[in-house]
């Protein structure tokens, strides 16, 4: 305790020093606040986008809410798809060249085409989100799925285990700590998906604002977006993080 | 010094008749029909009396493991001879049979009690009846404080005495063991055969027992089948006719035992030798 109450009070000295050194290097010219905002105007900015004026509660709002529906859209999609190669090895291997290479697509690309087919509106982030989540959990699935021990499954069809037995009480389970580290990346993509596609264009959104204050030279708003997406990406990790403590006690 | 309180060794009791396992003329070739087959089993005949303790031993790859295989159904190649436990041919998921790994294959995500009573839930043994029967096995091996625990919390032995009471939970006549001490330190490994030689006294199962230790088998079984290197034969069966219940411990030291070591190892080494 003792030990962790010194590390983080050192943390929040170099915090403190780091932000004191670029204000006073902004508001000396030293460093131009055009092109890296200072400490002071970022956190204006925040105080007005959410409590004075609260105009990026709604941007986060869709941002998250995208996000969100991508991670289970695709993460759901993903598991099945993932189960159902498990329980058709030839279907997969008919797959896996397509596969492989829509994997190899720098899926960001598709942004473009998914604004054409679902608008500026919450469809194509979603899309171009579920794009990278589907594929990062789908390989996580199969490698799980694939890393059964034998030795689980030749003792499970001794006793006389059932397929269905199998796959859920040995298969399965042993599947779930891989599929979770899927998950987990599969979180921070859905993300990515969306503040990229947010970016090229949308109604909403944290990607939109940033891409507009880029395009009006804010700097102090660039980079308290900057912040507020890191922590974002930040908050994904903790819940995740929780999430498999409670889940996978047996680890 | 325990000769007075022992009981006849298994071998001697008379039997009912009907041989719970038997193999007459097993012959198992790998890749019949292909280019080159493989003979693993030439030949081989036995028969094990209800409640009897056999241990198979032999080099490796003298097709100990492959007998064990065939009686448990796992191995779906075709094999020539007789071959049947309990009257019946082998076949995979048989609920006469409880068979045990090397490898203790605990189910990492499962408690040690969920563990012990693995075996029992795929066979539908209904909840509350396998709990109480895992408990109770799990006390009998030693692990009755470990119940909550996850296997990364148990040794290799602790491990093993979980093995071993989620096959002895089944309730099985006939006990399959393939190698089952064979990956523990040496002084663990005779605290389990004592383990398993007091689940066994109360729980009489027929028993085969592969193993390459020698001192183990002779120390567990009441019969030693004794196999040549490739292609597997059986070179001798010697009957153990040390006093039941013995400690494995205590064995070590007794003169009886080395007297049996020595007459079996030089069998051994002429099946190792294939000198016959």
């Given at each position: 305790m003792n030990k962790w109450l010194r590390l983080s009070l050192a943390h929040g000295a170099f915090i403190v020093a780091f932000i004191a050194v670029w204000e006073f290097a902004s508001a000396s010219k030293l460093l131009d606040p055009t092109f890296f905002g200072r400490p002071s105007g970022i956190a204006a900015f925040l105080w007005r986008g959410?409590?004075?004026?609260?105009?990026?509660w709604n941007d986060l709002f869709y941002t998250v809410l995208a996000a969100t529906i991508a991670f289970w859209a695709g993460s759901i999609a993903a598991v099945l798809v993932g189960l159902l190669f498990a329980m058709l090895p030839r279907l997969h291997k008919a797959c896996e060249p397509y596969l492989t290479l829509l994997n190899a697509?720098?899926?960001?690309?598709l942004a473009p085409l998914f604004l054409l087919w679902f608008?500026?509106?919450?469809g194509s982030k979603i899309a171009v989100a579920v794009s990278l989540t589907f594929f990062i959990v789908l390989s996580s699935t199969v490698a799980g799925i694939r890393g059964v021990n034998s030795d689980h499954l030749v003792l499970s069809r001794a006793l006389g285990a059932t397929p269905g037995q199998i796959f859920f009480k040995v298969t399965l389970p042993s599947a779930v700590p891989i599929i979770f580290s899927g998950l987990r990346l599969g979180l921070v993509y859905a993300l990515l998906g969306v503040v990229g596609a947010e970016l090229l264009?949308?109604?909403?959104?944290l990607g939109q604002v940033l891409a507009y204050l880029q395009s009006t030279f804010d700097m102090d708003g660039v980079m308290a977006l900057l912040f507020l997406l890191a922590m974002l990406g930040l908050s994904i990790t903790f819940i995740m993080n929780w999430l498999e403590r409670r889940l996978l006690v047996w680890q | 010094m325990n000769d007075a309180t022992s009981i006849k060794p298994a071998a001697g009791r008379p039997s009912?008749?009907?041989?719970a396992i038997e193999a007459r003329d097993l012959v198992m070739r790998f890749g019949?029909?292909?280019p080159s087959p493989v003979l693993?089993?030439?030949h081989v005949s036995f028969a094990l009396a209800p409640g009897e303790f056999v241990s198979l031993i032999g080099?490796?790859?003298?097709g100990k493991t492959t007998i064990l295989n065939l009686l448990t159904g796992l191995l779906h190649e075709t094999h020539e001879g007789q071959l049947h436990v309990l009257g019946k041919p082998p076949r995979e998921g048989n609920p006469d049979i409880a068979y045990m790994l090397?490898?203790?294959?605990?189910?990492?995500?499962?408690?040690t009690l969920a563990n012990a009573a693995y075996g029992m839930e795929i066979r539908g043994v209904p909840k509350q009846e396998r709990e109480t029967r895992a408990r109770d096995l799990l006390k009998q091996v030693g692990l009755g404080d470990f119940?909550?625990?996850?296997?990364?919390?148990?040794s290799h032995g602790m491990r093993q005495r979980c093995a071993l009471a989620r096959t002895f939970a089944l309730d099985s006549p006939v006990l399959l063991m393939d190698e089952?001490?064979?990956?523990?330190d040496a002084q663990t490994k005779l605290t389990l055969e004592d383990v398993l030689m007091n689940l066994w006294s109360t729980h009489r199962k027929t028993v085969v027992f592969v193993t390459h230790d020698l001192a183990e088998a002779i120390a567990l079984s009441d019969r030693v089948i004794v196999m040549s290197a490739?292609?597997?034969?059986?070179v001798a069966d010697v009957p153990?006719?040390?006093?039941?219940?013995?400690?494995v411990r205590k064995l070590q030291s007794d003169h009886r035992f080395h007297d049996l070591y020595a007459q079996l190892w030089g069998l051994l080494e002429q099946g190792a030798t294939g000198d016959e």
């Open positions: 959410f409590v004075s004026e609260r105009t990026l697509m720098p899926r960001i690309a608008g500026l509106g919450i264009a949308a109604e909403h959104g | 009912s008749g009907a041989p019949a029909g292909g693993a089993v030439d080099p490796s790859g003298c090397a490898r203790d294959s605990l189910l990492p995500w499962r408690t119940a909550d625990k996850y296997p990364k919390a148990l089952p001490f064979g990956a523990l490739r292609p597997g034969r059986i153990i006719d040390l006093p039941r219940p013995r400690s």
